[in-house]
């Protein structure tokens, strides 16, 4: 355990599970203040305090700021990690589902870091970290909406840090792969032959496995160590090759 992180406040939205809540608990174990936006506490206790918060509601989301403004008067990390996920192609998407997904997915992380933005500004070395995915860049099948709306994020991170980068808040966001999370277990549990569906999203991945929440989690931290001062409007793959290489079969 480090203390690279010591004295620090952070706000970290999906905190409850997950990639959310690995970032959280490295944050707290590196001296982190962290503070967990998620609408159900999940398994932040002791990782981070947990604020109820919807990012898909801008009420919610403006209680949940002014609840860290009651603590602190400062945010040093924003990640933003909350997000939520469809399946299908376009032939299947709904207007219900393209709004709810691209409501929270993008949206969502406009309404956070706009809430926020007063908290980073008080930094003296802001960092915002958005959840990307790899879908933003590989073209996968039966993730029409969930896609769009992370290549949404990626030309929303890259525009944020053109906006921000006179005022000296950083920008970047992780592309993960595949990731062994909650998220993707309820994905396989749906699916017909979920042993089946594993192997499949392991093997089309070059390493052969699922990324895991700790090494997304990992890329977050150092997008948002302060000492990554000239680290802005950044896209760092985790994703086990997927993006990158192309093997032979």
Same mark, same amino acid.
């Given at each position: 355990? *480090?203390?690279?992180?010591?004295?620090?406040?952070?706000?970290?939205?999906?905190?409850?599970?997950?990639?959310?809540?690995?970032?959280?608990?490295?944050?707290?174990?590196?001296?982190?203040?962290?503070?967990?936006?998620?609408?159900?506490?999940?398994?932040?206790?002791?990782?981070?305090?947990?604020?109820?918060?919807?990012?898909?509601?801008?009420? *919610?989301?403006?209680?949940?700021?002014?609840?860290?403004?009651?603590?602190?008067?400062?945010?040093?990390?924003?990640?933003?990690?909350?997000?939520?996920?469809?399946?299908?192609?376009?032939?299947?998407?709904?207007?219900?589902?393209?709004?709810?997904?691209?409501?929270?997915?993008?949206?969502?992380?406009?309404?956070?870091?706009?809430?926020?933005?007063?908290?980073?500004?008080?930094?003296?070395?802001?960092?915002?970290?958005?959840?990307?995915?790899?879908?933003?860049?590989?073209?996968?099948?039966?993730?029409?909406?969930?896609?769009?709306?992370?290549?949404?994020?990626?030309?929303?991170?890259?525009?944020?840090?053109?906006?921000?980068?006179?005022?000296?808040?950083?920008?970047?966001?992780?592309?993960?792969?595949?990731?062994?999370?909650?998220?993707?277990?309820?994905?396989?549990?749906?699916?017909?032959?979920?042993?089946?569906?594993?192997?499949?999203?392991?093997?089309?991945?070059?390493?052969?496995?699922?990324? *895991?929440?700790?090494?997304?989690?990992?890329?977050?931290?150092?997008?948002?160590?302060?000492?990554?001062?000239?680290?802005?409007?950044?896209?760092?793959?985790?994703?086990?090759?997927?993006?990158?290489?192309?093997?032979?079969?």
């Amino acid at each position: 355990m *480090s203390d690279g992180f010591k004295g620090l406040n952070a706000i970290v939205t999906g905190a409850g599970s997950g990639i959310g809540l690995a970032v959280a608990k490295k944050l707290k174990a590196e001296g982190a203040t962290v503070f967990g936006f998620d609408i159900n506490q999940g398994e932040m206790d002791g990782h981070a305090t947990w604020i109820p918060c919807d990012v898909g509601d801008t009420a *919610s989301v403006v209680a949940a700021v002014a609840k860290v403004k009651e603590s602190v008067s400062t945010i040093d990390i924003l990640a933003n990690n909350a997000g939520v996920g469809a399946v299908g192609s376009v032939l299947d998407a709904t207007d219900d589902e393209w709004a709810r997904v691209i409501n929270i997915n993008v949206a969502g992380i406009s309404r956070v870091t706009a809430a926020a933005h007063s908290l980073l500004s008080n930094s003296k070395a802001p960092a915002i970290v958005n959840t990307c995915s790899v879908a933003a860049t590989v073209g996968l099948p039966k993730r029409a909406v969930y896609s769009a709306s992370k290549g949404a994020v990626m030309s929303l991170t890259l525009a944020m840090a053109a906006d921000f980068v006179k005022e000296g808040i950083r920008v970047n966001c992780v592309n993960p792969g595949t990731a062994d999370t909650p998220w993707v277990a309820r994905l396989l549990a749906a699916a017909s032959d979920p042993a089946a569906e594993r192997k499949a999203l392991e093997a089309r991945q070059p390493m052969g496995r699922l990324v *895991s929440a700790d090494e997304v989690a990992n890329a977050i931290l150092y997008l948002a160590n302060p000492q990554q001062r000239s680290t802005t409007g950044t896209v760092l793959a985790v994703d086990g090759g997927m993006d990158g290489l192309r093997l032979p079969h």
